[in-house]
């Protein structure tokens, strides 16, 4: 976790003047926020670089998508406190709604999505 160093400058007597170091909490959790975070994995559970991953909150509002990295790892950082819901898709399959995710502030909330579900086309 990040912190920001503050340096206080304070006088004592018959000693003169003397430096204090502290430190306080970094802006996310300063703010309150937390990261949401996961895994893509395939059926044969191997990670899927290139899935889309859409968050929402458990209510469905303030929909959000990013795409998994070369390990199948996603990040939706800087979230306030509460409750989202998130799902991965690639090509021709998806994962399960995972709902009410608890992203707390100041921590990192860890979810697997396993692509198990065939997407059905609209007709």
């Not at 996961?38 to 998508?65: C, E, F, H, W, Y």
């Not at 998994?68 to 799902?87: A, E, I, K």
């Not at 992203?103 to 979810?111: E, I, K, P, S, Y």
Request: charged share 15%; net charge positive.
């Amino acid at each position: 976790m990040a912190r920001t160093a503050k340096w206080v400058l304070f006088f004592c007597a018959g000693v003169g003047v003397g430096i204090a170091l502290t430190l306080t909490a970094g802006p996310a959790q300063a703010r309150g926020l937390g990261t949401l975070a996961g895994t893509v994995l395939n059926a044969k559970g191997r990670p899927v670089a290139g899935a889309r991953v859409i968050m929402q909150s458990a209510t469905g509002d303030n929909p959000n998508a990013t795409v998994t990295n070369s390990h199948g790892r996603f990040f939706f950082p800087q979230l306030p406190h509460g409750y989202y819901d998130v799902r991965a898709t690639f090509k021709s399959r998806a994962s399960v709604w995972r709902h009410n995710l608890e992203v707390r502030t100041g921590r990192q909330t860890d979810v697997i999505l396993r692509l198990s579900v065939p997407i059905r086309k609209q007709r």
